[in-house]
């Protein structure tokens, strides 16, 4: 009972402490919110105090900052009245004494004129800009008449020594001979054709002249793309047009191609246009692969960055000189057919797939598709011209009714006619097989050239039959076939036509010879049959 009442004191004595420390701890709390509420009353009063002069000062540093700029702004306008005074210094002088100089100055011009179109609050704006622009209209103006200037002058023909050497040494011309005159391509114009010659063509190098200095190519290029840039690119278009187009009609005037029309060519003597038409198909490879490569490479340096410029300037300038040459080609498709001209029909052919790839290449772009579909489509006509061509000689051939007589029943003249005829056709055979194949969708164009040459020895085979018949002395007639179908397996069995014939052919008239020759020796009697055979 004792320890309980000593554990209550002592409980009593503790609660009694702890009441006043936090009697203590509230009075001190109670002090330093009284001291922080006198500092608070103070800093504001020091605020209002201070409020006056940080206003002053505010003030004061946005003076300076617009100062500052206001000096700037006017050190810039300074600076372009400066440029603008120098530009007009230079513009006035021309372009002649230092071009490059000129040039930069109607940049700085540009610039200036950007800089006061941006900047319409300044009070005399419009002003500068009006000045500006009169004088950058002046400096294109001089620029339009230098650039007519330094092209004219850098821009000269062609002369035909030069272009010779940028063929392959099988296409020269020898050197005794004119270079516009005869066969300027050195290749015969009786038909001396080699299928191997066009392989090696195929793959020979050529070499391109050089139209304009590459020195001076830079600086066209930079007035070019003044010009463009001021809007003129219709003047600029016609000042290239004119210089360049006459350069490159006066560089194939001098190497001999000649503007002729339909009527101009079917007044020529054969002998006369088969030499033209050896020339043009070395005209059309010098201007594809030489001149006109040449004119495309000068357009795509003078215009880079205006691609469709450049092949609407190229379009332009090749327009005349391209008409000239296909319609020369389109006189000779359209002409009347005649056996003779399927050799040079196969030439134009050939001379125009070949050029296909780089017509193709060179005359690019939209601008250029008149020009690329008048040679596809003259490539097609001289195909379809040469197959008519080819029909009209087996239907000639059957038909022929020529009283020309062999008294001794030896070979006719059509019988060496024709088999020289087809001897020269083996030399096309690829040419021949690419024509059946363009208008053959399916099928062996081998085969083809076999069923023709077939169709053509038959024909020939079916006259010699109608001819045999003049003869009175039916062992003649015997004799007659008997040495011209000789003639016909021998000259086969040495050519190509075997292979396109076969061997069965070669056999079956062999045994048709025979036969003739058995039948003569019966219808003989006792003459000497030697003496009426056909001599190899």
């Given at each position: ?13 503790r609660a009694a402490m702890m009441r006043e420390a936090l009697q203590k701890s509230q009075t001190i709390t109670d002090n330093v919110v009284t001291i922080l509420g006198s500092f608070d009353s103070r800093l504001s009063a020091l605020e209002t105090a201070m409020r006056p002069t940080q206003i002053r000062t505010h003030a004061i540093r946005k003076a300076h900052e617009n100062i500052d700029k206001s000096l700037k702004s006017a050190e810039v306008i300074l600076a372009q009245f400066d440029i603008s005074r120098q530009a007009d210094a230079k513009i006035l002088k021309g372009p002649h004494e230092d071009l490059e100089g000129y040039l930069g100055a109607i940049d700085e011009l540009r610039s200036n004129i950007r800089f006061f179109s941006g900047n319409k609050n300044f009070r005399n704006s419009d002003g500068v800009l009006n000045q500006a622009n009169t004088l950058l209209a002046k ?398």
């Open positions: 009972m004792g320890i309980a009442v000593a554990g209550m004191d002592s409980l009593s004595e400096a294109i103006s001089k620029l339009e008449d230098e650039f007519k200037q330094r092209l004219n002058s850098y821009s000269k023909p062609i002369e035909p020594d030069h272009l010779f050497d940028g063929l392959p040494n099988a296409l020269r011309p020898s050197s005794g001979s004119p270079g516009n005159q005869g066969d300027v391509g050195g290749r015969a114009t009786s038909h001396s054709h080699s299928e191997h010659q066009n392989i090696d063509l195929e793959t020979a190098v050529y070499t391109p002249p050089t139209l304009i200095p590459p020195r001076i190519m830079p600086l066209l290029h930079d007035l070019a793309k003044q010009m463009v840039r001021a809007g003129h690119q219709q003047q600029l278009l016609r000042i290239y047009k004119e210089t360049r187009s006459l350069v490159l009609e006066e560089s194939l005037r001098k190497l001999g191609v000649e503007k002729l029309s339909k009527d101009d060519v079917q007044k020529m003597q054969w002998e006369v246009l088969e030499a033209k038409i050896g020339n043009w198909i070395h005209f059309m490879r010098i201007a594809v692969k030489l001149l006109f490569a040449g004119e495309r490479k000068v357009c795509d340096q003078m215009f880079e960055g205006f691609d469709s410029l450049s092949d609407q300037c190229f379009a332009e300038v090749t327009a005349s000189s391209v008409s000239v040459l296909l319609s020369f080609g389109e006189a000779i498709a359209r002409s009347k057919r005649s056996p003779e001209k399927l050799f040079v029909l196969l030439d134009m052919y050939e001379i125009m797939r070949e050029l296909h790839s780089e017509i193709k290449a060179i005359f690019k772009g939209k601008a250029c598709t008149e020009i690329r579909e008048s040679a596809l489509g003259l490539t097609k006509r001289f195909a379809q011209t040469a197959q008519e061509t080819f029909g009209d000689f087996e239907e000639a051939v059957e038909k022929d009714a020529t009283k020309t007589s062999v008294l001794d029943g030896t070979v006719h003249p059509l019988t060496s006619y024709v088999i020289n005829y087809v001897k020269f056709l083996f030399d096309y055979q690829s040419t021949l097989k690419q024509l059946f194949q363009e208008f053959e969708t399916s099928g062996d164009t081998g085969s083809q050239l076999s069923s023709v040459t077939m169709r053509i020895m038959q024909a020939l085979q079916t006259n010699l039959d109608g001819k045999s018949k003049q003869y009175r002395d039916p062992a003649l007639t015997h004799l007659f076939l008997m040495n011209n179908i000789h003639y016909m397996v021998r000259s086969v069995r040495r050519s190509e036509a075997k292979d396109l014939l076969g061997d069965d052919w070669v056999q079956r008239h062999r045994r048709i010879v025979q036969q003739h020759a058995t039948n003569t020796k019966g219808m003989l009697g006792r003459r000497s049959f030697s003496a009426f055979l056909y001599k190899d």
